[in-house]
């Protein structure tokens, strides 16, 4: 089970931190946890993701450089911070956790099939 958390309104410039707690699984036990996020009529679009068991990362262009996916696995949690946000970050984000090879996420594959369990999502909001 995931549970994510952090989303709220903040203004373009600014900075919000998401977490996602996981349950029932340890997360260094290779799981790979992707951040995604969805907008309204539009297709979920894998920004981030993570290897738990060596802290290897995946960024999608467009949020590279802004936004920081990191794992604490002691505490079973994912976090994305998110910095410089713009109008264009609003979406619902979503939380998964899969077991896969991040290298699939390199070769332009990190799709939502690749994960086995979702978390519900947190609204962000940045206004202009």
């Known amino acids: 089970q995931l549970q994510a958390s952090g989303g709220g309104l903040v203004q373009a410039g600014g900075s919000l931190r998401l977490s996602c707690a996981g349950s029932?699984?340890?997360?260094?036990?290779?799981?790979?946890i992707g951040w995604f996020r969805q907008v309204p009529g539009r297709e979920r679009e894998g920004i981030s993701c993570?290897?738990?068991?060596?802290?290897?990362?995946y960024y999608k262009d467009s949020v590279k450089g802004r936004f920081t996916i990191s794992s604490e696995n002691a505490k079973n949690t994912v976090y994305l911070q998110m910095n410089r946000l713009k109008p264009e970050d609003s979406a619902v984000y979503y939380c998964?956790?899969?077991?896969?090879?991040?290298?699939?996420?390199?070769?332009?594959?990190?799709?939502?099939?690749?994960?086995?369990?979702w978390g519900q999502g947190t609204l962000v909001t940045v206004s202009s």
């Open positions: 993570i290897d738990t068991s060596d802290g290897r990362t």
């Open positions: 029932g699984f340890t997360f260094d036990d290779h799981w790979t």
């Open positions: 998964a956790v899969g077991k896969f090879p991040l290298e699939v996420a390199f070769l332009g594959n990190h799709q939502p099939g690749l994960y086995n369990f």
